[in-house]
Nanobody, 121 residues
Framework: QVQLVESGGGLVQPGGSLTLSCAASGSMFSTLSMAWYRQAPGKQRELVAVISRAGARNYADSVKGRFTISIDNAKNTAALQMNDLKPEDTAVYYC???????????????WGQGTQVTVSS
């Protein structure tokens, strides 16, 4: 079983920065990848960034050059550094963790509770 705790959201002015953190805890798992999704008011949830255990990264076009995802395999923690934030980045951000379950020997997907990011002057 895996529990995800997200932190780092808040209110920031346009052009500012925030860093989100997603920490996976529990036992009997090995992380395969971690990702960040977001859902803005009136919009569907979208993939923002994903990183594999090996460090391969992929970003949505809208955040390329501004956001950076990283992973600490030893701590089972992913971070999303967000720079040059824009009002359109306002959303609830969700962490998604894909991990191998040692008991089932198969991947499982876990979601964080979501953290609010608001970009406004």
């Amino acid at each position: 079983q895996v529990q995800l705790v997200e932190s780092g959201g808040g209110l920031v002015q346009p052009g500012g920065s925030l860093t989100l953190s997603c920490a996976a805890s529990g036992s009997m798992f090995s992380t395969l990848s971690m990702a960040w999704y977001r859902q803005a008011p009136g919009k569907q949830r979208e993939l923002v960034a994903v990183i594999s255990r090996a460090g391969a990264r992929n970003y949505a076009d809208s955040v390329k050059g501004r956001f950076t995802i990283s992973i600490d395999n030893a701590k089972n923690t992913a971070a999303l550094q967000m720079n040059d934030l824009k009002p359109e980045d306002t959303a609830v951000y969700y962490c998604k963790h894909i991990a191998t379950n040692y008991v089932a020997r198969s991947p499982s997907t876990y979601w964080g509770q979501g953290t609010q990011v608001t970009v406004s002057s």
